[in-house]
């Protein structure tokens, strides 16, 4: 019997592992097809377009020659394929240097910037959402409560490039306490990262607080209660990793839009990362580099939902046993 | 919209009637205003009272400039939006449109396409469409357009199934048709209210694309161009951003908090509790003197909320080893009684008695460490829903060996042990393998004999069980009766059974304490039961329940009347509505438990209604 349990476990994991592995393929495959595509939906010529109309005929066919787009549309999504596997992602049209060096030095800067953030997130809007479950729980409170709620609303609502331009008011213009543009020092992180970091995480508490008042209402609880644990112990052993299951869902989808808000906050910060480029790539019409970098985004948006289907999955065995 | 009586949809909806009213008579009222450029002399000034938000680089009126920019920012924003809706409603409801095939395949695209944030897919889409205001429109609304294709395919599968869908299909209604006359109807408020909340993202993501460039060129401009323009300049003339930002934050809001609000009116409305009023606790009575072999001496116990008083002074003694039953219908305060005891009813909850001392100790003044400690090893609880009961995410062992550690200070290895020890005391089978599992690899009962074992983990003076068979089947619900009175055996600890059955406390206890609208209306023992019971209520409990001798074609004896209401208890006795010899005196007062039962007319009630009448 115990064996046989143990094999019924193991097989809900494999068939958990198979099935999120075959869904992450058919994505990054949707991905790169749509990127592929995006290239090839843009109307008219993007050679033609890239280089100006005054460019000489020649210039514009051997160009387009050489990026392989005089090929019919099924050899071209090969060649892309097969270029993408072996690690070529093609030239910039307006720099000239390879679209890898340009993605290589421009993504830590961003990486850096989305995990600080989260992280800053995360750290803030789990204890406060928690504490805040506590004190208002059974209408308690109403005051403190109606208060937490609405800057919370509020706070969700700003977009980040807002938000970015705020502190930047304040603590760069007003108070000369943080530098506001570029990267450099430590000190000039903490902007940035505010500002990507307060939206999601007033959404991310308002989630831990409603979870977690639903969790305190839970039979389990009055259990936990029952055995006269510490406060501590029952709020941060009983209650909270049974809210955290709905609150690591949100924070995976924040993690994705927090992935794209980059884009705008690194403008707004002169940050040189992916996001600022995308933009001034985007403007310049250098269809390789936006290309790219809207794969590495997509990459990196899809390797977040898979961290957060396998965090859910180990949080919550019965979901995964459910859900096969 | 009747559904906006509260503040937020309140604030909400005048914020958004501002707003749409700005749009439409902004540009006709100051459009010359803002395109005049004031004079050369006055670029990038700063507030004034001719300009209350300064100029810009070309001296024109930042305000005014804002102001008219409102009709664009909105009409784009609800274009985008339109858009997206739209599309996202054909996708959502392919299956319904082009058959379950193909609908299958359009589904796993939108379940793809969504998880990719709005704005990657709003800037992959710029890049198609072109750097512009029309192409802005069109990758917005094609970027909110999966999220949108979702919520439309739950919906619409919830109504697909529907009867009337099966008639109009089967009377050769047409696919379209049946969308829109059958199904977007009964589907149409969340869509509305999710098309309001995206209008609120559309205008801050169009804020977004046009601050970085790619949306509205110049000589038009939004909200999110000026802010563009206003940021370049923070420096000298921060109002030229912010003015904007503030305008774009407060139509978002507006939109935003229109969706919440009419969402929240669809939806059932939690009912607010009424401000609670503290009680000063009255001052405590000396306790009597009592023997030693009391465990629970309980004296006028009240359990209030706002507004109701659910246990109206209820008193009674446990000896050691005593097995007490209490029964009664539910809302009858027996469970609250048990959780006072237990010191479990939390805010706004309020638990007031004359006399609450469990072991000697009086329970009435906070807990201290002692109590919290004496309490968590000598009172043993079990709880009715034995599936709810355990924490799901830990293994059902480290949960039993939780109270050892707190309280008695075990290594977690000798109170795992523990643990697996009093399992296997409990007679559960493979208890080392068992306190490795999860509570959803438990059944019902071997929970429910988990939790006992919960409880043996100490050295139980109590065990207070709370229906503690009612979720069990009937098989299931014997054996974990005779674990209870085994376990009662053994440690001589004394037993308070609650239940609504009458007849599963005569199995167990020797004394039956039988509660009524929040009193004890009958205490008496289980031997007695049948022949001495001498309350009305209880004498109908007893008629009530159905043996081998009655009669299978009458209808089966019930109680008339309803049960009392909590929060409207009469004057006299509760019980009088109901009852066959109530009279004015019982109307008029509430008898006191006198001789083990609370009623005016004890001696009067003679033989108990016979079995079928």
């Known amino acids: ?324 | 919209m009747p559904r906006l009586r509260t503040p937020l949809g309140g604030t909400a909806a005048v914020l958004l009637v501002a707003v749409l009213a700005t749009a439409v008579l902004a540009p006709p009222l100051w459009g010359e205003k803002a395109a005049a450029a004031a004079d050369t002399a006055n670029i990038l000034q700063g507030a004034s009272a001719a300009h209350w938000a300064g100029t810009d680089g070309l001296g024109r009126d930042i305000f005014f400039r804002v102001l008219v920019a409102t009709r664009l920012s909105v009409l784009l924003a609800l274009l985008a939006t339109g858009l997206g809706v739209l599309t996202g409603l054909l996708l959502g409801a392919a299956p319904l449109l082009v058959g379950a095939r193909v609908g299958r395949l359009v589904t796993a695209a939108v379940n793809i396409a969504v998880a990719f944030p709005g704005l990657l897919l709003a800037l992959s889409f710029a890049v198609v469409f072109g750097v512009g205001g029309t192409g802005a429109v069109l990758a917005i609304g094609f970027a909110i357009a999966p999220a949108f294709a979702r919520l439309t395919g739950t919906l619409v599968a919830t109504v697909a199934e529907r009867d009337y869908i099966a008639a109009a299909r089967i009377a050769g209604v047409g696919r379209l048709r049946i969308l829109v006359r059958h199904v977007l109807p009964n589907i149409g408020e969340p869509l509305v209210v999710n098309a309001t909340v995206a209008a609120g993202g559309s205008l801050l993501a169009f804020a977004g694309l046009s601050y970085l460039g790619l949306g509205v060129q110049a000589p038009a401009y939004d909200w999110g161009r000026l802010l563009g323009e206003g940021l370049n300049s923070l420096y000298m003339h921060p109002l030229a951003a912010l003015v904007p930002g503030g305008a774009v934050v407060l139509a978002g809001l507006a939109l935003n908090l229109t969706g919440e609000a009419v969402a929240r009116g669809i939806g059932q409305t939690t009912p607010l509790f009424t401000a609670v009023r503290r009680r000063r606790p009255e001052a405590p009575l000396p306790s009597n003197q009592d023997s030693a072999d009391v465990v629970l001496a309980v004296e006028g116990l009240h359990v209030s909320f706002p507004g109701v008083t659910p246990v109206r002074g209820v008193s009674f003694t446990v000896r050691r080893g005593e097995a007490v039953g209490v029964v009664g219908e539910s809302g009858s305060g027996k469970s609250l009684t048990a959780l006072a005891i237990a010191q479990l009813i939390e805010e706004p909850g309020q638990v007031r008695a004359e006399r609450l001392e469990f072991a000697g100790e009086d329970l009435r003044h906070g807990p201290s460490r002692a109590q919290r400690r004496l309490l968590g090893t000598s009172l043993a609880m079990v709880f009715q829903d034995p599936m709810t009961s355990f924490n799901p995410t830990q293994r059902i062992g480290r949960q039993l060996a939780e109270p050892a550690r707190a309280h008695q200070g075990l290594s977690r290895r000798r109170a795992f042990d523990r643990a697996v020890d009093r399992l296997r005391a409990v007679r559960l089978p493979a208890p080392e393998r068992r306190a490795h599992q999860f509570p959803h690899e438990f059944s019902g009962g071997m929970r429910q004999r988990a939790m006992i074992g919960m409880g043996l983990m100490g050295t139980p003076m109590l065990i207070l069980a709370d229906e503690p068979t009612t979720a069990l089947d009937v098989t299931v619900q014997r054996q974990v009766l005779a674990l209870l009175e085994d376990v009662r055996a053994t440690t001589a600890a004394a037993l308070v059974l609650i239940s609504h059955d009458i007849t599963v406390v005569g199995q167990v206890c020797e004394r039956v304490l039988v509660m009524y609208a929040g009193r004890i209306v009958e205490d008496v023992a289980t031997a007695e039961l049948s022949t001495a019971a001498r309350h009305p209520y209880t004498q109908a409990l007893l008629a009530a329940v159905p043996h081998l001798g009655t009669d299978r074609d009458r209808p089966l004896t019930v109680i008339p009347g309803r049960p009392a209401d909590p929060g409207d208890t009469p004057v006299g006795c509760a019980f009088a509505p109901r009852c066959a010899y109530a009279d004015d005196l019982c109307r008029r007062a509430d008898p006191p438990l006198e001789g083990g039962v609370a009623c005016w007319h004890a001696d009067r009630t003679v033989a108990p209604p016979g079995p079928g009448g």
């Open chain 1, 1 to 324: 019997m115990a064996t046989a349990v143990r094999a019924m476990t193991d097989n809900a994991w494999a068939r958990f592992a198979a099935r999120r592995l075959l869904r992450l393929l058919l994505s990054i495959w949707v991905l790169l097809t749509a990127a592929f595509l995006m290239i090839h939906l843009i109307p008219g010529d993007p050679v033609r377009a890239a280089l100006g109309v005054t460019a000489p005929a020649e210039l514009v066919n051997a160009r387009r020659e050489q990026l392989g787009l005089n090929d019919p549309l099924w050899t071209q999504y090969g060649h892309y394929l097969a270029d993408l596997f072996s690690g070529r992602l093609g030239v910039s049209t307006i720099s000239g240097l390879p679209v890898s060096q340009v993605i290589a030095d421009r993504y830590p800067a961003t990486l850096e910037l989305a995990v600080y953030a989260f992280l800053v997130a995360v750290a803030l809007s789990v204890p406060l959402g928690l504490t805040m479950a506590v004190l208002t729980r059974t209408g308690r409170r109403r005051r403190l409560e109606l208060g937490f709620t609405s800057t919370s609303v509020f706070l969700g609502t700003v977009p980040e490039f807002l938000v970015g331009a705020f502190l930047v008011y304040v603590f760069g213009v007003r108070l000369g306490l943080a530098p506001i543009a570029g990267w450099a020092g430590p000190d000039s992180y903490v902007l940035p990262v505010l500002a990507l970091a307060i939206g999601p995480a007033a959404v991310l508490a308002r989630i831990t607080r409603v979870e977690t008042l639903a969790v305190l209402e839970a039979d389990f609880i009055r259990t936990a209660r029952a055995k006269r644990l510490p406060d501590r112990r029952l709020y941060l052993r009983h209650a909270l990793p049974n809210s955290l299951t709905a609150t690591v869902t949100v924070a995976g989808l924040l993690l994705g839009g927090l992935v794209a808000a980059t884009v705008l906050v690194e403008n707004v910060f002169a940050w040189p990362g992916l996001g600022s480029t995308i933009v001034s790539s985007i403007l310049a019409k250098d269809y390789p580099v936006v290309q790219a970098i809207v794969l590495v985004y997509g990459l990196g948006v899809l390797l977040v939902n898979l961290v957060v289907d396998v965090g859910l999955a180990l949080l919550d065995p019965r979901s995964t046993i459910r859900e096969s």
